[in-house]
């Protein structure tokens, strides 16, 4: 029988994360007896250490939990994009391993399902900064692209017709779609094929995310997830949608690029060695064409504020953050900094715990 709900678990060398989060999944289905409306699938990326020991113990415990293991490491992509294809279910969440969700949600979540007709995806608003612009219910794709491009691709964040992606992928291959963000140029493509309207709703399903723990931010992984990447990946479906989406995705950018701008400069003057500035530095000026003048003026000063030596640029930035920020700004970006190099020093002592995401193939 086919489910409503498949529960997308893409993971990679991340037992310690992922027995948490398997807890926590199993005792809600049990306790709610959502057995036959649920299905939980984790996608195994060839890891290392004990993790696919760990997802058979699962699988022996639970029918529910259906399970894959890659061959070989297929690249972080490929490998969500498998754990969303595989889906038995009308629908699919996609949850990172170090992602938790909230006791109660996922009953919540069915009867949703169960009760929005035609819906295609479903975008929890509950942690967007600006959700308060929002009632629940259906937008049309423009609008809610205007406002969430970026945050609707995030992991926890979204419920998508599973035949998306089985539908996309088919015709497509994996290599089509960018390293980063192909689950939200899928929803784009599955949205603008079948005119089917995003539901927005203030759900709360992510209740916690461990990823700022476990995941290095460097001005160069900054630049790449929060800009570059958002602008390959709907240049890649430029020619599959209409002028106005793609021009919806282009706003919410522009309208971004302030607070993109603060992170990668923080992370960039405070936190990258003299390596990573240079590799920002040298990629932003490879790239700068493609992009409008307001954005090119942004990510220009970027240029020049990481060619500057260390000791000047963190003393301008201090001031400006005294200035704008206060005392408060100062405490908070020195406890960020302290958090940052402390995950620094453990990537480099080659934790599997801490990584850094890879964009190139």
């Not at 029988?1 to 992922?18: V, Y």
């Not at 094929?193 to 203030?202: R, T």
């Not at 479906?237 to 995705?249: L, T």
């Not at 301008?316 to 960020?336: E, H």
Request: glycine residues 4%; hydrophobic residues 40%.
């Amino acid at each position: 029988m086919k489910k409503l709900l498949t529960i997308s678990i893409p993971t990679w060398n991340r037992e310690f994360l992922l027995q948490e989060l398997l807890n926590d999944l199993t005792q809600q289905i049990i306790t709610f007896s959502l057995e036959n409306s649920i299905e939980i699938l984790v996608s195994d990326n060839n890891s290392e250490d004990n993790t696919w020991k760990l997802i058979c113990q699962y699988k022996d415990k639970f029918d529910f939990i259906t399970t894959n293991k890659n061959d070989c490491n297929i690249g972080a992509k490929s490998n969500v994009l498998k754990s969303m294809e595989l889906a038995n279910s009308e629908y699919v969440l996609f949850v990172g391993d170090d992602d938790r969700i909230r006791k109660n949600s996922l009953p919540e979540l069915l009867n949703i399902l169960r009760s929005s007709p035609n819906l295609g995806v479903l975008i929890d608003i509950s942690n967007y900064k600006y959700k308060d612009q929002f009632s629940n219910g259906y937008l049309d794709l423009s609008t809610t692209l205007e406002c969430l491009y970026w945050y609707m691709g995030n992991a926890s964040h979204f419920v998508c017709k599973t035949d998306f992606f089985k539908k996309f992928l088919q015709k497509h291959g994996y290599d089509y779609y960018n390293e980063c963000w192909p689950q939200t140029q899928i929803m784009i493509l599955g949205l603008t094929e079948s005119k089917l309207k995003p539901f927005v709703i203030d759900l709360n399903i992510l209740i916690e995310s461990k990823h700022s723990l476990v995941m290095v931010y460097t001005s160069y992984y900054l630049w790449r997830t929060c800009i570059y990447d958002l602008l390959i990946s709907v240049n890649v479906i430029k020619d599959q949608i209409p002028e106005e989406i793609f021009n919806s995705c282009r706003q919410q950018m522009k309208f971004g690029i302030k607070q993109n701008f603060l992170n990668i400069l923080q992370c960039g003057v405070f936190v990258d060695d003299e390596i990573t500035k240079k590799k920002t530095r040298n990629d932003i000026i490879n790239k700068l064409h493609m992009f409008s003048i307001n954005e090119k003026f942004f990510l220009s000063i970027i240029v020049v504020a990481l060619s500057f030596p260390a000791i000047i640029s963190k003393y301008i930035s201090n001031c400006f953050i005294w200035i704008t920020k206060g005392k408060k700004g100062l405490v908070k970006k020195n406890r960020f900094v302290a958090g940052e190099l402390q995950k620094k020093k453990k990537s480099l002592a080659q934790s599997k715990q801490v990584r850094s995401l890879v964009f190139e193939k």
